[in-house]
């Protein structure tokens, strides 16, 4: 649908989630090459293939998105610095201003330690689910930032990468190891 906004390409189209308007965000993860690296960014489209407005540009490799139960928080995450943003959504495609001094957004969480953070899922009640590697786990956070807990894999993997919710009563979660080429599948204690 898309190849590029503002005269600008995009570089590694990466996550996606779609709003009640039926428009979706998506991550912009962007490339490294040997000796420089794309800035990446957020993007809100239609799904007809007739509109794109960047939404947030000069993130450090931002990678999982997803929205607040209610639709009217944004949430990506940064792969690389191990950091979760948010952003209240204001209309379709654009988000207020964020309240961390000379941030991109509002710091949702700095991951202690170093912990790589991919993509995520957010649970009925808010709580955000987020693939945390190296760690080998998923990083559940409450809507105000407070890290509740951290659900291992099995076994040492270090490549969980991604996860969703589904099931009957939406209490199961897939995850997936991408450097295994795994699908763990487990009872979740939450609705997602």
């Not at 995009?10 to 709003?19: Q, S, T, Y």
């Not at 709580?127 to 990083?139: D, E, H, P, R, S």
């Amino acid at each position: 649908l898309y190849t590029g906004c503002d005269g600008h390409a995009l570089r590694g189209p990466n996550d996606i989630v779609f709003d009640a308007a039926g428009g979706f965000y998506f991550t912009d993860l962007g490339k490294d090459r040997a000796r420089e690296l794309d800035r990446g960014g957020v993007y809100y489209a239609a799904a007809n293939g007739s509109h794109i407005v960047s939404v947030v540009y000069g993130l450090d490799h931002p990678n999982g998105i997803a929205l607040a139960p209610d639709g009217d928080v944004l949430y990506v995450a940064e792969t690389h610095t191990g950091r979760v943003w948010s952003w209240d959504i204001v209309a379709p495609g654009e988000v207020g201003p964020g309240r961390t001094p000379l941030g991109p957004g509002t710091l949702l969480m700095n991951f202690p330690g170093y912990q790589l953070i991919d993509s995520m899922a957010v649970e009925r009640d808010g709580n955000l689910c987020v693939a945390t590697l190296i760690t080998g786990a998923i990083t559940v956070i409450s809507p105000s930032g407070e890290m509740l807990e951290q659900v291992p894999v099995p076994g040492d993997d270090i490549f969980v990468t991604n996860i969703c919710f589904g099931g009957e009563d939406m209490q199961t979660a897939f995850v997936t190891s991408s450097g295994r080429g795994l699908l763990y599948t487990t009872p979740w204690p939450r609705p997602g």
